[in-house]
């Protein structure tokens, strides 16, 4: 029985599945493929719903007596944009001094693929475990994650699975590995502003509503002042205008409509309950004072719509997780890493739900880029690094 022992074979098995989101494209029967010899059961249900893709995912058990470890990640990639930019094609896995290219290969085929090693050569080493680990693979991380992580942890809690501690394989470390594990994430909410006015000629302006005019005293009104300073774990809440439109080609028309996109991302002084009425208020007020053209009476007619579902702020405190995995990464690296809250969000912000959780994998510098690619040294480090973990947490 041949066991998947090295991280560079395991990785480059999946880089070279076209797992772009939501397609399988192969990569969750590769992993199966691995896992199985190593004892694990297997199950990749896939779910549903209407207006999204159908998408599979995988959840493997390996049973022992004692503590449970989650292990969770995605192989799903997002598209490789021009594949003739590529110094090597983008599902290729191919090496070149001493670093592996392709899409994928540190977000985040390759942490998986460092992991199942780590417990290969563990179970090789010792046996067995002296616990449980299973691995919560979503297809649907890059994508609407709909039916993905949401849905695969209520799956497996319906069939009674606990976790004590959890693990996101994500890139975390942002020059050389050891330098950072993520112990929680910003909030993130996204909404979209829209000014109502009345269209006209641009020569008549006593006709019409301009909702320019509208739409730029909303948006400086959702930028100043600051939401916060930051606090203590956590950088200062940051809003973001990604998007400004009145979809008017003609220059001498004044727009019936004007709309602002905007993001937020949000601190533990904020929920997301607490941060939506913040902004609702400064909309409010900038909008009870302003008006569209001169002489026209305030307020400013304008909508607040919230795209998506928000994302929650959380933080980790399990010192035992925390102490554990940092104390692995200083053996092996000889570094101690920060913890650090900073970031975009992850399927972290599901798991916090179920278990305590923090994220460590690769190094995130080429992550959604032409290529896209992993140094082998640093598959062998992550390796290391998993199985101490693994030594460690299980005793």
């Given amino acids: 029985m041949t066991l998947p022992l090295d991280p560079a074979e395991n990785l480059a098995t999946l880089i070279r599945c076209p797992s772009v989101t939501p397609a399988e494209g192969g990569a969750l029967a590769a992993l199966e493929a691995m896992l199985v010899p190593l004892g694990f059961s297997v199950e990749r249900p896939v779910f549903s719903e209407s207006g999204t893709p159908d998408v599979e995912n995988l959840y493997a058990r390996l049973s022992g007596n004692g503590p449970h470890l989650m292990f969770a990640g995605h192989t799903d990639v997002v598209p490789p944009g021009d594949a003739a930019s590529w110094r090597h094609p983008p599902f290729s896995a191919e090496v070149e001094n001493g670093e592996m290219y392709g899409r994928g290969a540190v977000d985040m085929k390759g942490g998986i693929a460092c992991f199942v090693a780590a417990v290969a050569r563990h179970v090789e080493k010792r046996g067995k475990l002296k ?61 979209l502003v829209t000014v109502n006015g009345v269209q006209g000629h641009a020569a008549y302006p006593h006709l ?85 053209r001169p002489g026209a009476r305030p307020p400013i007619d304008y909508e607040l719509t919230w795209r998506d579902r928000p994302s929650p702020v959380f933080l980790t405190r399990d010192d035992r997780l925390v102490g554990t995995l940092s104390g692995s990464v200083e053996a092996v690296t000889g570094r101690r890493p920060a913890l650090s809250t900073s970031g975009g969000t992850s399927d972290a912000r599901f798991i916090k739900d179920h278990c305590p959780v923090v994220e460590f994998g690769l190094v995130g510098k080429t992550m959604h880029m032409v290529d896209e690619r992993v140094a082998l040294a640093d598959l062998e480090t992550l390796t290391a690094i998993y199985e101490r973990f693994l030594d460690d947490w299980f005793g």
Avoid: C, Y
């Fill in 131 to 191: 616990g449980s680990v299973s691995l919560l693979i979503t297809g649907d991380e890059e994508g609407p994650s709909i039916n993905g992580t949401v849905k695969l942890l209520d799956w497996a809690v319906s069939k009674g699975e606990k976790w004590d501690a959890g693990i996101v394989g994500e890139p975390t470390n942002p020059d050389r590995l050891g330098d950072m594990i993520k112990i929680g994430r910003r909030g993130s909410i996204s909404g």
């Fill in 208 to 292: 019409a509503d301009n909702p320019v005019r509208g739409i730029v005293t909303l948006v400086e009104a959702l930028l100043s002042p600051p939401f916060d300073e930051g606090t203590h774990d956590f950088q200062p809440s940051n809003l973001e205008v990604t998007t400004i439109d009145v979809g008017n080609p003609a220059t001498n028309v004044i727009p019936a409509k004007a709309t602002a996109a905007f993001n937020i991302r949000f601190n533990d002084r904020w929920t997301a309950e607490t941060v939506q009425a913040e902004i609702h208020n400064r909309l409010d007020r900038a909008a009870r004072r302003a008006r569209l």
